[in-house]
């Protein structure tokens, strides 16, 4: 499993059906991902767009380093922290709206979230900050290893290894004795 | 939430859209890139030639400048005889130097009287007057005109062409006219007899009487 390495090489070389199997692999994921920071399923889902565009657009930036996955959560990453900076307020959704999103984050939840267990840790980590959060994210929902995780969130190993042992410590204080179970 | 085909449909579509738009810059910048380089081309080589125009011009003043510091004053010419007078006459018209003293010798039976004007106006009215007899058509055509070497043979002066500061060359003519620049450099017209005659450029002239009248006057002035 290459989390789409060799996908994007068929697809680099005129295979178009391979970028509809990334697409397949990763698009949700990345879409759950971005919506960590920016809490809203329709704007994350629209930055997600935009970094799988950035595969067409911008073809030889991937070197191949590192897994696609982890390529396309790094500049999802800074799509979604480039967002939040240019954005100059708050956007308000309207109340007939609310529930149309909440049913669409909720469905996106449930597509990513097979099992009960990680369901009541992604419904405890909306307490913890960002960094806690994603940390959580990376490592627990998407089975990154330690240094792909360092490199989406542009950290060291070690500043992921205290953030996560700090994020375990957060979540087992707000899932109480339960927690110790699930983590 | 838009489905996946849907997704990727946009994926395709935004990636167009931002190809295209790519192009469009990438062209911009190319025209603009030309229009820069082409200007920066055009004004380099009006510079270019510009300074090198003006180098050309500063190298012809200096070797003018150079010219006229190697015009060897009269003694230098006595002593190495490698300038010939036409070539002084030459070198004073085209550097426009100025005379800036006429001493005028008579001659008479037993005697010698001279005198000395260095008021410039007054040395260079009498110049253009001299060169104005030299010059008038009339005189041009006076076929009389005696030949110059006849007659500094005939008042047994020796054509020493090199020896224009002489001073007793000239001692059977009745007039001695010598201009002289600021840097030594002569100019000599001897008259006798009613004729004029051009040291410098080898040429006598018969003047009719009211020219020599003028002459006569204009070179008895006195500061």
């Not at chain 1, 529930?99 to 597509?111: G, N, P, Y």
């Not at chain 2, 946009?10 to 167009?16: A, G, L, T």
């Not at chain 2, 300074?51 to 011009?57: P, V």
Request: hydrophobic share 40%; glycine share 4%.
């Amino acid at each position: 499993m290459d989390n789409g390495a060799s996908s994007y090489r068929r697809f680099l070389n005129g295979d178009q059906s391979a970028f509809d199997e990334i697409m397949q692999e990763l698009f949700h994921g990345l879409v759950f991902f971005i919506n960590r920071y920016v809490q809203d399923i329709h704007t994350a889902e629209d930055l997600a767009i935009d970094t799988f565009s950035d595969l067409i657009v911008h073809r030889h930036r991937y070197n191949f380093k590192v897994t696609l996955k982890t390529y396309l959560f790094m500049v999802g990453r800074s799509r979604a922290l480039d967002y939040l900076r240019h954005r100059k307020v708050l956007n308000f959704v309207e109340l007939s709206e609310a529930d149309a999103v909440a049913s669409d984050t909720q469905s996106l939840e449930e597509r990513m979230l097979a099992d009960e267990r990680k369901r009541v840790v992604n419904a405890a980590i909306a307490q913890l900050p960002e960094d806690m959060r994603v940390v959580i994210h990376l490592i627990y929902f998407e089975n990154m290893t330690y240094d792909e995780a360092a490199k989406v969130m542009k950290k060291n190993k070690k500043q992921v290894d205290n953030l996560l042992y700090r994020a375990k410590k957060e979540l087992r204080i707000i899932l109480g004795e339960d927690g110790e179970q699930l983590l | 939430m838009r489905n996946l085909d849907e997704c990727k449909a946009e994926v395709f579509r935004r990636s167009e859209e931002r190809i295209r738009k790519r192009k469009k810059t990438q062209k911009y910048m190319l025209a603009l890139g030309s229009t820069f380089a082409f200007c920066a081309t055009v004004c380099s080589v009006l510079v270019v030639s510009g300074i090198l125009n003006m180098g050309y011009e500063t190298a012809e003043k200096d070797n003018q400048m150079l010219w006229e510091d190697e015009i060897p004053n009269t003694d230098n010419i006595q002593d190495t005889n490698d300038m010939p007078n036409s070539d002084v006459q030459d070198v004073l018209e085209s550097t426009g130097c100025l005379y800036v003293q006429v001493d005028v010798e008579t001659y008479g039976e037993s005697h010698m009287n001279s005198h000395t004007v260095t008021d410039e106006t007054q040395v260079a009215g009498l110049f253009e007057m001299i060169q104005n007899i030299f010059d008038n058509e009339d005189a041009v055509l006076r076929e009389e005109s005696p030949d110059f070497e006849t007659i500094m043979y005939q008042n047994g002066n020796q054509d020493d062409s090199n020896d224009l500061s002489g001073g007793s060359s000239f001692k059977n003519m009745e007039y001695v006219i010598r201009f002289k620049t600021s840097n030594e450099t002569y100019q000599i017209y001897l008259l006798n007899r009613g004729v004029l005659l051009d040291f410098t450029k080898k040429k006598a002239l018969v003047l009719t009487g009211e020219e020599l009248l003028d002459l006569k006057t204009a070179i008895a002035m006195e500061e």
